[in-house]
């Protein structure tokens, strides 16, 4: 926004410049507005410069700068005008495409727990999560999420943690089991007592890490500040030589006049806002230009477990019968119970019972056993569906790692289904293709088991696994990688991974359907449900930087080859202004390419060609 009124301000300025030159024939005030204004802005720029040069940076600001002061003091102050535009201009596309992706952390932060139902003798009374205190107790209905870290002192029901510890199970507490706030609870009401105040509870914790990671940005040095300095250096040589040459410093301010930044300032922001075009194209969002770059030269790809490489919904993975029952009466007896329940479990079951054309049996004196299971009456026998301790207490099965549900008619043990969160069918191809692109170090970061974890990553090509992992032990993994191995992409979806997103020197959030929280931290969303995208924001961000990095080498040429020809006395300022307009339309032709690039299949050696390129 700073950028945008700065640019409609020059430009205003230019318009009352115009009119006093060549409405009013007051050449000379048209000249001293012109000159003031050009001159404040190049002492706001190198303040900044200097600040900037403190820091070990450099920028494409000396060269502005330059740019500026020179065509100043030969008084061609419409050229000075003609390059303040340009240099604004640029820095307002990049304003303009981040603000349109990005909203900050407003999700994450609307999403808390806000309202507690605090118990105080036989009433209910609800009130600001911010004002309960520590050893009071409170309802969580079901459906809702537990407002602070608390312990359940009545009631069992089972909770969903999986956006905040990567578990994708749902897990059933009972009385003196801890929960964490944000935890959702399932299908009974529980009354809990508050360990920790809001502030200090798990959920705020993830807040107050994302504000943490984002106030300390990675330094990354832009492709347009790359080249910034050697082409200032050329220029100043040429135009020197020039000078000594001739004997003329008029010749010195021709050959700067030529040397204007604007291939530099314009190019790369505007291959990056078309770059960041064709990637909305694809279900991507990429919020800013700086991120495509730290993309296209990424070495390493961190992936959250569940719902990121595994599509975080359990589903039946293998239907177990006992003495001799048939597997469609087992499933058509369990659908039949669970028909009515808004459990996970349940659900997954009927579905998969209607999937494979399986109608549920008539029940009658349906009851749930909260944190247990379901009772029923099924042609006079009792049906038990459930946890085995509940369903068939004396059973001396093993039982299995996986999640289960337990069946029994009449006492007697029927069987089990075996449930499982699958692995995208497109994990493996994307990781081959990732490391096809020059990120070879693949590691999974997950809050679950280490066995689950390490299965997965099995069959998905990661060789670096890391499990049991709270949010702050993801970011310690992050910032523990080896600065050869950067830039680092996170790949994550649930509100526990907004931090180590937000760490990350790109944080991609799978935006489809996982928490909004991870969206807002994310330098990248991929609003499709699909892996791949992954691998295909990399392959956007190393064409756009292709195209970009030519847009600006072609500029440089040229300029470089007018201020040769400047350096002879053949091109006066004034058509040396002319000839830079030029140099800006080619340059930005160029860079447009990287909206219109054809969507085909990538020659991904190629794509490793380049890259290791950029990292040399």
Not at 60 to 81: C, F, H, Q, R
Not at 220 to 227: I, K, P, S, T
Not at 381 to 397: E, H, M, R, T, Y
Not at 422 to 439: D, F, N, S, W, Y
Request: charged share 20%.
């Amino acid at each position: 926004m700073r950028h945008l009124t700065k640019l409609w301000t020059i430009l205003g300025i230019g318009l009352v410049a115009l009119i006093l030159q060549y409405g009013l024939n007051l050449q000379l005030y048209a000249q001293i507005l012109v000159t003031v204004v050009g001159a404040v802005i190049a002492l706001q720029m190198f303040i900044e410069m200097i600040g900037t040069l403190k820091s070990g940076s450099y920028g494409v600001d000396l060269l502005a700068i330059t740019a500026v002061v020179a065509t100043l003091a030969v008084s061609e102050y419409w050229a000075a005008m003609v390059i303040l535009v340009m240099l604004v201009g640029g820095d307002s596309l990049e304003d303009y495409a981040a603000k349109k992706a990005n909203s900050e952390l407003k999700a994450l932060l609307d999403n808390s727990p806000q309202i507690a139902h605090k118990l105080v003798e036989d009433d209910v009374i609800d009130l600001a999560v911010d004002e309960v205190l520590v050893g009071d107790k409170l309802l969580v209905r079901p459906g809702e999420l537990v407002p602070v870290d608390s312990h359940i002192v009545k009631g069992e029901s089972f909770f969903d943690e999986s956006s905040l510890t990567g578990e994708s199970r749902p897990l059933n507490k009972r009385v003196g089991d801890s929960l964490m706030s944000g935890s959702l609870n399932g299908d009974a009401s529980v009354t809990i007592q508050v360990d920790k105040l809001a502030i200090d509870s798990q959920y705020q914790q993830l807040v107050k890490l994302v504000k943490e990671a984002e106030k300390t940005p990675s330094k990354f040095v832009r492709l347009a500040d790359r080249y910034a300095v050697p082409f200032t250096l050329a220029a100043y040589v040429i135009a020197g030589i020039a000078w000594y040459l001739s004997k003329d410093p008029v010749r010195f301010a021709e050959v700067l006049v030529v040397a204007s930044p604007c291939p530099l300032i314009l190019a790369a922001p505007v291959a990056m806002v078309s770059g960041m075009s064709r990637a909305s194209r694809n279900g991507i969002v990429v919020k800013t230009g700086d991120v495509l770059e730290k993309l296209a030269r990424a070495k390493t790809g961190a992936f959250d477990k569940t719902g990121t490489i595994t599509s975080g919904q359990l589903s039946v993975d293998k239907v177990v019968t006992l003495a001799g029952v048939k597997e469609e009466d087992l499933l058509a007896m369990i659908a039949g119970v669970e028909t009515e329940s808004n459990h996970i479990l349940a659900r997954s079951i009927v579905a998969y019972a209607d999937d494979h054309g399986i109608d549920g049996v008539a029940t009658d004196s349906l009851s749930e056993v909260t944190g247990k299971g379901v009772s029923a009456i099924v042609a006079g026998q009792k049906v038990l569906v459930g946890k085995l301790s509940f369903v068939a207490p004396d059973s001396k099965i093993d039982k299995p790692q996986q999640t289960a549900i337990y069946l029994s008619v009449a006492g007697k043990l029927w069987g089990y289904v075996l449930f499982i969160d699958h692995i995208r069918p497109e994990a493996a191809e994307t990781m081959t293709t990732l490391q096809k692109l020059g990120v070879s170090h693949l590691m999974m970061l997950t809050g679950d088991q280490k066995a689950i974890a390490t299965k997965v990553a099995n069959q998905t090509g990661l060789t670096d696994v890391q499990a049991d992992l709270l949010p702050q032990d993801k970011i310690a993994a992050l910032k523990a990688v080896p600065h050869s191995d950067h830039p680092v992409f996170m790949v994550g979806d649930g509100v526990n991974d907004a931090p180590s997103l937000a760490t990350a020197d790109v944080g991609i959030a799978m935006g489809a359907h996982g928490s909004s929280a991870a969206s807002e931290s994310a330098d990248v969303v991929i609003l499709k449900d699909d892996l791949s995208k992954v691998a295909k924001a990399v392959i956007i961000s190393q064409d756009t930087m292709r195209i970009a990095r030519q847009s600006v080498l072609i500029g440089i040429f040229i300029c470089l080859g007018l201020m040769l020809i400047a350096s002879s006395g053949l091109i006066p300022a004034f058509i040396g202004a002319m000839f830079q307009e030029v140099v800006d339309t080619v340059s930005i032709l160029w860079a447009l390419k990287a909206r219109y690039s054809h969507e085909q299949q990538v020659d991904v050696t190629k794509k490793h060609h380049y890259k290791t390129k950029l990292s040399n």
